[in-house]
Every structure is written in structure tokens, then in C-alpha cells.
């Protein structure tokens, strides 16, 4: 009877304890939860003598790079000594410095100019494209304030970071960034000069570096206007006890 019920505990405690994957499952899970996941399409590893820099090809990148004295070791850019200070500048303007991220979209690039008359031009307060021509004539004209964004290449990016590409006219296109609308077709260019071809409607979100973000546009810069206060009022204060000070000399 006892071998019975021993038995029946064995089976039951076989049944209710974890399985030791599901347990491993439950760790790794609990472990990374509060982790965030890496999307940003660019690394760097800097020290005072050495900064490497990992990002998908793009001849944009490898022409800045290159061109500050950056060495290719196979896996990453390299600059050295002399070379980092260089290195820093070029990835500022292509990528940002900053260790904070932000997720933003990105549309088409437009430059904000129009063909318009010298007669649309006055109409809308604008200049005149030929103001010593007749009212008929035609011209670039700014109508509105530039804005970043793709334009269609081989290479499709922005600053350093690579958005789209086409290997081939009939190879079909990589997409390296979330496409949130838009269409790219199945083939693009020519030949000789292959080309994406993403329709004028598309628009990526990408995370990128925050502070290259504020640098082109894409989002505004935080001023911590309850801090700048404190900081007057001390000053305020300060000026006082000094002008108290000077007046007894």
C-alpha cells in the first residue's frame, strides 16, 4: 500500500514540478523584459586613441569616412591618433554623437522651390523669379521653408543612415528601415545606373541619434525652462549681494 502512494506522489510531483526549458524560458524572459531592443543602424566603440565605427555600406559613409582618415579593418571603420578627432566630426555630421535615441519618420526630400510666374510671385508676396521680364515669366521661386529627406539614388539615405537600396535594375530593392507608406518597385534605373525608385509617397521611421535629429530638423530641442528660471533668480540674488558688497567699499 505504502509503494502505492509513494509511487502516486512521484507521479504527481513529475506532473507539478517545471521543466527545466520551460524554466530557462521563464528566466531569459524575466531577464531581458526590461530591456530595450537595438534598432539604430550605427555603433561606435571610442577611446581616447581609437574610434570604431559600425554601419551598413553605403559609398556616402565609406567617401566621409575615408576622406577623414578612416582605415576599413573588415568589420568597421577605424580611426587612430590624429585620425579620431576627424572621425568624431565626420560621424556627427553623418550619424550624431549623442547616446540618446529617437525614433522619427522620414518622408521625401523637398527644397520648398516651384516653377511660379513673376504675376504668381506678386500675388503671393513672393520674389520674382525674372522681376526685369514680363509678368508671364517663369521661375524657380522658395515657397516654402526646405525640408530633410530621401532622395531616390542606388543608395537611398539620409546623413549616414541607409534607408533603401537596389543592387541591380532587376534585383529587387533592400529595404533597411520600417516603410511605413509608400511602393518600391520590383525593378529600377537602368543598367548602368540602378535606382530604387521609391514612389514620392514613402515614408520611413528610423531611429536615429538625438542629437542629429535636432541638427536637421526632425525634432525640436528641449530647453528646461523651470531650470533656466532657478538659475536667473540665483543670479538675480547674486547680483544683489555683489552690488551690497561694492557699495560699502
Avoid at 537595438?38 to 561606435?44: F, G, K
Wanted: net charge neutral; proline share 4%; glycine share 10%.
Amino acid at each position: 500500500m505504502l509503494g502505492r502512494e509513494a509511487n502516486a506522489v512521484t507521479l504527481v510531483q513529475r506532473f507539478v514540478q517545471p521543466s527545466p526549458i520551460v524554466g530557462l524560458g521563464l528566466f531569459f524572459s524575466l531577464f531581458f523584459k526590461g530591456f530595450k531592443k537595438i534598432t539604430i543602424q550605427i555603433t561606435t566603440v571610442h577611446t581616447e586613441t581609437r574610434l570604431e565605427v559600425t554601419s551598413p555600406y553605403n559609398p556616402a559613409v565609406i567617401d566621409a569616412f575615408r576622406s577623414r582618415g578612416g582605415k576599413w579593418d573588415g568589420t568597421s571603420w577605424v580611426f587612430e591618433n590624429g585620425a579620431v578627432k576627424n572621425g568624431l566630426l565626420a560621424l556627427k555630421e553623418l550619424f550624431g554623437l549623442a547616446e540618446e535615441t529617437v525614433m522619427i519618420q522620414i518622408g521625401k526630400k523637398d527644397d520648398g522651390r516651384e516653377h511660379i510666374t513673376n504675376a504668381e510671385a506678386l500675388e503671393k508676396g513672393l520674389e520674382q523669379p525674372f522681376p526685369d521680364k514680363s509678368s508671364t515669366a517663369c521661375g524657380l521661386v522658395q515657397v516654402r521653408p526646405p525640408k530633410a529627406g530621401w532622395s531616390n539614388d542606388q543608395y537611398v539615405s539620409i546623413g549616414g543612415y541607409l534607408l533603401a537600396s537596389r543592387r541591380g535594375r532587376d534585383y529587387g530593392a533592400n529595404i533597411h528601415e520600417t516603410l511605413v507608406s509608400g511602393t518600391v518597385p520590383k525593378s529600377g534605373g537602368s543598367v548602368k545606373n540602378p535606382n530604387v525608385s521609391l514612389s514620392a509617397d514613402c515614408v520611413f521611421e528610423v531611429e536615429v541619434r538625438k542629437d542629429w535629429a535636432i541638427a536637421n530638423g526632425f525634432v525640436g530641442s528641449e530647453i528646461d525652462c523651470s531650470a533656466l528660471r532657478v538659475e536667473r533668480d540665483t543670479l538675480v540674488l547674486r547680483m544683489a549681494e555683489i552690488d551690497a558688497i561694492l557699495s560699502m567699499v
